[in-house]
């Protein structure tokens, strides 16, 4: 009985390690180093503007920054391509509560997802609400109290803690949700259910989840998506059948896809919150690869100080060469200038 | 017969011989309570935190109210609570710092560095924040928990209960109870100081028992301390300060002591004659003094208040002041700053003010 009891008391930490706080040294070999700058005092706020936990950044079409902030309360601010601030957009809106990513589809909307409404909300270019996809719960149902046990079903049209948005050429819409649920869901532009892959429940087979945490889609309508508690980012067609999985980056935590006929996938592999031990030395960095998993170098390391990463949430890179990012432990948005490659690739798998 | 006691008591200083307290010298002062002048829609609430930079401006973090809990899906989250005012050296409002900033919940203490950058610690955000002298956030050690637990549990709980992190928090650290993670995972942090190198330490505080040391760039060093009162224990690290010579002087409040260690955190000596530390401070300059509170607590004014002045060696060169509401006198003094070692500010949590004494030794 004793026995038992250890193995139980060993699986739930181990549960436990694998969903909250994953970290994972990337096995890739021989990884070339890009050499980048990081742009000085890029974001310019305005006296007693400033932000909080940076978790969401995004461009639109002019080069425009998005940053979804967790400051006192969560907000959303937009700067132009300078990093001149530009305006608040849904200031004291009903889905604010707890940011957790923004993405700009290529009609320049606005997308917020908040894991503290679970909400995802479509802005147009204007600032002006949409679409919303998920329900707030009533607050006249009462305080809720903080969840325990398994999750119950996940539903049609409603959210636990979602993570992510992204969309295929044809504008089908792809959620990906989240801490609560374990599952990716597709919609029709229009917000009607389609499909979904995954489900309330945790695993780690293909087509399974562990904190789905980030997605992204490429122009042929895959769909690639960041299995943090797994660390890997698995690959799906565009009816959301499983094609691959790639193991090698460390733990993904966020996922992004360059634009343009030769499409680049950069993943993070971010250092966990908290900065446990040793985790300096082995996480951090962000990988670029092609879309087929070949990985062709790394950046960036973990660091309290300017130029280096303090857990990285999320990435924009529209322009390939020019990465912007937003990172948890530092409330900071660093732009990020990266340079070729000084000796000839040696491409790594 | 008062003359005899009064060269005993010389002889007895003289001697080195450790002098009860309660013995020691009073020294004069007067007081300043309303030096700070306020717009008129912003008041202080409890003053827990008070500084000076160079020029002579004064930093006051405060509690302004609660943070305010809004109900999430599935979490609750904490909002504001605090606020970051400074004053020029006469007192008038120049600016209030940080407005909205995400870590400003509950106030515990706010420093100056040398370089005049501006170093909060919040007890609920469990974060201590550096902005530089214009008020732009440089570097952020430990992180707000994500989220408040309903039913709400204490603060102080124990390493590893279900707390306010949501299920994300960091994992709850093995080891001694108190001695934290070995990391910048703080719990009810108190106080911040920085030797010559500019190596940073922390206070932590009520909830863990240690004091964290990190290096100018805020990568983790080492941390000392667990919960219990040996040597190098603590019960309650309620304030932090560092001489010229990098001892570190930690205020065991609990134990009714200040722990003096190297800088590896190696014990070196304790002073236990000035009652309960509850805010400490380290003048600048040739010869330095070492002030601490015996503060009152916030529930009667009937007991203790006193600020002893001290040699680093522990010697008590003299006392003044004591609970009370009247100006001269302290409600449960939670910050001193002593740039200048006759001219003191302290913040109250009591009497929501900041009193400047001008002492006369």
């Given amino acids: 009985m004793r026995r038992f009891l250890t193995c139980w008391f060993i699986l739930v930490e181990a549960l436990c390690a694998n969903a909250a706080h994953a970290q994972m040294k990337a096995t890739a070999q021989n990884v070339p180093e890009i050499p980048y700058e990081s742009v000085r005092n ?39 391509q300078n990093g001149k601030y530009v305006r608040e957009v849904g200031e004291g809106l009903y889905g604010f509560e707890f940011a957790h990513s923004v993405r700009v589809d290529p009609e320049d909307n606005i997308w917020v997802i908040d894991e503290g409404t679970n909400l995802v909300i479509k802005f147009n270019p204007e600032g002006r609400v949409v679409m919303v996809l998920g329900h707030r719960p009533e607050v006249v149902a009462g305080a809720v109290a903080t969840a325990t046990g398994p999750a119950p079903p996940a539903e049609k049209y409603t959210f636990s803690r979602p993570t992510d948005v992204a969309w295929d050429p044809q ?46 889609a490429d122009g042929k309508g895959n769909v690639y998506v960041s299995d943090r508690g797994n660390n890997r980012t698995q690959v799906f067609d565009n009816d959301l059948n499983f094609k691959t999985s790639y193991e090698n980056v460390g733990t993904a935590w966020t996922v992004c896809i360059s634009p343009g006929p030769h499409q680049y996938l950069f993943t993070s592999n971010s250092n966990p919150n908290g900065n446990p031990p040793g985790t300096w030395d082995i996480t951090g960095e962000i990988y670029k690869m092609e879309l087929d998993g070949t990985v062709i170098g790394k950046f960036g390391h973990a660091s309290k100080q300017f130029g280096g990463f303090q857990v990285v949430h999320m990435m924009d890179c529209r322009n390939p060469n020019e990465i912007i990012v937003a990172e948890i432990e530092s409330w900071r948005v660093q732009k990020l200038t990266l340079k070729p490659l000084q000796t000839k690739l040696s491409y790594a798998k | 017969m008062k003359r005899y006691l009064l060269s005993l008591l010389a002889s007895m200083l003289l001697s080195g011989i450790t002098v009860a307290a309660q013995s020691a010298p009073e020294i004069r002062f007067d007081s300043e309570p309303g030096l700070l002048k306020f717009p008129d829609n912003i008041h202080l609430g409890e003053a827990a935190g008070v500084a000076t930079d160079s020029k002579g401006n004064i930093f006051v973090y405060t509690r302004t109210g609660h943070p305010t809990i809004s109900i999430g899906t599935s979490r609750a989250f904490a909002h504001g609570g605090s606020r970051l005012f400074e004053f020029d050296r006469n007192g008038k409002f120049v600016r209030e710092i940080g407005q909205g900033l995400y870590g400003f919940l509950v106030a515990q203490q706010v420093r100056l560095d040398p370089q005049d950058n501006i170093w909060v610690v919040d007890q ?3 974060m201590v924040i550096k902005l530089d002298p214009t ?35 960091p994992p709850a650290p093995r080891g001694l109870p108190g001695a934290g993670a070995q990391s910048d995972v703080f719990q009810r942090p108190t106080d911040v100081a920085w030797d010559a190198s500019g190596n940073i330490y922390v206070a932590d505080g009520y909830g863990n028992a240690r004091v964290a040391k990190f290096d100018r760039d805020g990568k983790f060093v080492k941390s000392w301390g667990s919960k219990g009162d040996a040597q190098s224990q603590f019960s309650t690290v309620h304030g932090i300060a560092i001489d010229a010579q990098g001892n570190v002087f930690v205020a065991d409040s609990g134990n009714k002591r200040i722990q003096v260690f190297d800088p590896d955190g190696n014990f070196k000596t304790s002073i236990s004659n000035v009652g309960s530390p509850s805010a400490i401070c380290i003048t600048p ?39 009370g509401k009247l100006p001269k006198e302290f409600g449960t003094v939670n910050a001193i700053d002593c740039r200048n070692e006759n001219e003191l500010y302290v913040g109250e949590i009591g009497n929501w003010r900041v009193q400047k004494l ?4």
Avoid: C, W
Wanted: zero cysteines; aromatic letters at 10%.
């Fill in chain 1, 42 to 80: 890029f974001l310019k706020l305005p006296p007693n503007l400033y932000l909080g936990e940076a978790i969401g950044v995004a461009t639109n079409s002019k080069g425009h920054v998005f940053v979804y902030t967790r400051s006192a309360n969560t907000r959303l601010f937009e700067f132009d």
């Fill in chain 1, 171 to 216: 504008g089908n819409i792809f959620v990906s949700d989240g801490y609560g649920n374990n599952r990716v869901v597709k919609y029709d532009k229009n917000g009607r259910f389609l499909k979904q892959v995954g489900s309330e429940k945790r695993g780690s087979e293909p087509g399974q989840f562990n904190l789905p945490h980030a997605i992204a």
């Fill in chain 2, 124 to 126: 609920m955000s469990s």
């Fill in chain 2, 135 to 169: 008020g732009q956030v440089q570097l952020l050690l430990g992180r707000k928990a994500e989220a408040e637990r309903i039913p709400a549990l204490p603060l102080n709980r124990p390493p590893g209960a279900p707390g306010g992190g949501g299920g994300e928090g």
């Fill in chain 2, 285 to 323: 300059g040739g010869h330095q003094y070492l002030y601490s509170s015996n503060s009152n607590p916030p529930e009667d004014i009937d007991a203790n208040g006193e600020i002893y002045k001290l040699e680093l060696t522990g010697q008590v060169v003299g006392k003044f002041g004591r609970a």
């Fill in chain 2, 358 to 361: 001008t002492l006369h030794p």
